[in-house]
Each structure stands twice: as C-alpha cells, then as structure tokens.
C-alpha cells in the first residue's frame, strides 16, 4: 500500500477564486489520479495525471478549469479554477504502485471544498 | 463503455449478523478487475477486498468475502459478524486491464445497528 496526504484537507473559498490541492506520496508510484466526488454521490475520474506530461483528461474536464502537474513520482496537484458553487465536492487524488500488484488504486483522505 | 450497478442505496443490520452488498457490472473486457472500497465518516476510501476476474476462486479477506459470478456480472460482498466500525459507504468498482482506470457505482450506505 502507499500513504497518500493531501493539503488542505478543507477549505472554504469564493466564487472566481481558484484552489490548489496537494497530493503527496510516501513512495514513487507509477500512476496518479484525480476524483470528485460530489455531495452524497459516487467518485467521478477528472484525470490521470502524468508524470513528465500534460494529464489525461475524462470527458467533461479540461485543463483550463482543472489544471494538473505532476512534477515527480510523489507529488502531484489539482487547481480548480474560477470557482462556482457547483465546484463544491470532496476531491480525492488516489494512487496505482503498479500493474504488477493488481490494479487497485490507494486513496487520500480527500479535501473537502465549499464554494460560496 | 463500462458501468457499475448498486441497487441498494441503504442497508441497516444488526451488530454480529451478516449482510450481503449486491454489485453488476458491464464490460466488454476480458482482463479486468472488481474492487470493493469502504468509505466512513472519516471519508478515506479503504480497498476492502479484490477479485481478478480470470480467477474463479470468490476472494476472501478475513470477515469479508465476495460471490463473483463472471456470466451474470454479478459481484456482492459478505460481510460476516458485522461490527459497528463497518458502518460506512460502500462502493463497488471496476477496472479495466489495461489502464488503471476505475468505474464506481453510486455507493450503499450500510449502518451497522448495536
């Protein structure tokens, strides 16, 4: 497994300011992910970030709103840009170590963002 | 396109007793992996348990076991001698061999009653 921090773990922010979120790893890792999990639903992929390059986005993201980087093997961040109330979700950044071990993805605590 | 299925938005059972989590899916892959997470107040999603589907062999982790059945897409979890720190969402999910990818399905919402 890997144990995955993220910063801030809330955060309550006004419409048309942006936010990075942090995502630290205690361990090289071959695969970084972005979530959202809207109030009271299920986790949506905003994109696979990658390292050396420009994320992948899923449909319905972009970079502009929802720029990535991934500097190294450990770290990775999430800006939402000029922010509205509909932005306001649990972001989870999560982790794959590898195909060798299976696939299963290790997840941050997740920070928790109001948009007023 | 792959899809993950919950029919069961609440469930409530009593402490030691045992409940079973239902989950289909769809996919036209035939290297692919199920996954159940258990997300709590505390809101870190914790792998509960894995199930490679070119294995025939259910998965079992201690309390916690699933039912694969691959020709129904079918994937539930047991939980057996339920105890009040199970109370959580639960989400079934699933991935894809090639990728990393994980599609999860809306959550249950299990409460474990004392």
């Known amino acids: 497994s890997a144990v995955i921090s993220q910063k801030p773990s809330r955060d309550i922010c006004q419409r048309g300011t942006s936010l990075t979120i942090q995502c630290q790893v205690d361990?090289?890792?071959?695969?970084m992910f972005w979530y959202r999990q809207q109030p009271g639903q299920s986790l949506t992929l905003i994109a696979t970030a990658n390292q050396g390059s420009e994320a992948t986005y899923e449909s319905g993201f972009v970079i502009d709103k929802f720029p990535i980087s991934r500097p190294n093997l450990t770290f990775s961040t999430l800006t939402v840009s000029n922010m509205s109330p509909e932005d306001s979700s649990i972001y989870l950044c999560s982790v794959a170590p590898g195909r060798l071990v299976g696939h299963e993805q290790y997840f941050g605590p997740g920070t928790r963002l109001t948009v007023t | 396109a792959q899809t993950v299925t919950q029919s069961q938005p609440e469930m409530s059972v009593q402490e030691a007793e045992t409940v079973t989590l239902s989950c289909t899916y769809d996919?036209?892959?035939?290297?692919?992996?199920l996954f159940w997470y258990k997300q709590p107040p505390s809101r870190q999603m914790i792998l509960v348990i894995r199930q490679e589907a070119y294995k025939q062999q259910n998965a079992t982790e201690n309390r916690f076991s699933v039912n694969f059945q691959k020709a129904a897409k079918s994937f539930s979890l047991k939980i057996s001698d339920s105890q009040l720190g199970d109370t959580a969402m639960y989400f079934c999910a699933l991935g894809q061999g090639g990728n990393e990818k994980l599609t999860f399905g809306t959550g249950t919402r299990l409460t474990i009653i004392p």
């Open positions: 996919t036209s892959e035939n290297n692919y992996y």
């Open positions: 361990s090289q890792v071959t695969m």
